[in-house]
Nanobody, 123 residues
């Protein structure tokens, strides 16, 4: 059973930066590694992900150019670097991994989820 733990959230101002971390337990390799977020009263939405099949990355249009997803395989850790933060970025951020090779933006394609970390961006 894969365990994921997020950290790094907090309260920041518009234009600030944060780096979220997601530590994974075990030695199991998963093809899909991504970040999602959910604001109060909304559905969980895709933010960024890596598909190791083809070594591709994907970003939601709302964060493209501002957010960067990366991994440190030696530490079994995934990161989300968030720059130029906006109030619209506020929400609970979740990391997730999946064993599939397609559907990088689809919640249903991810098998393991972290508990979430709160990011709040004030005006």
């Amino acid at each position: 059973q894969v365990q994921l733990v997020e950290s790094g959230g907090g309260l920041v101002q518009t234009g600030d930066s944060l780096r979220l971390s997601c530590a994974a337990s075990g030695r199991t390799f998963t093809n899909l590694m991504g970040w999602f977020r959910q604001a109060p009263g909304t559905e969980r939405e895709f933010v960024a992900a890596i598909n190791w099949s083809g070594f591709t990355t994907d970003y939601a249009d709302s964060v493209k150019g501002r957010f960067t997803i990366s991994t440190d395989n030696d530490k079994n850790t995934m990161y989300l670097q968030m720059n130029s933060l906006k109030p619209e970025d506020t929400g609970v951020y979740y990391c997730a991994t999946g064993v599939g090779r397609v559907g990088i933006r689809q919640v249903s394609r991810y098998d393991y989820w972290g508990q979430g970390t709160q990011v709040t961006v004030s005006s």
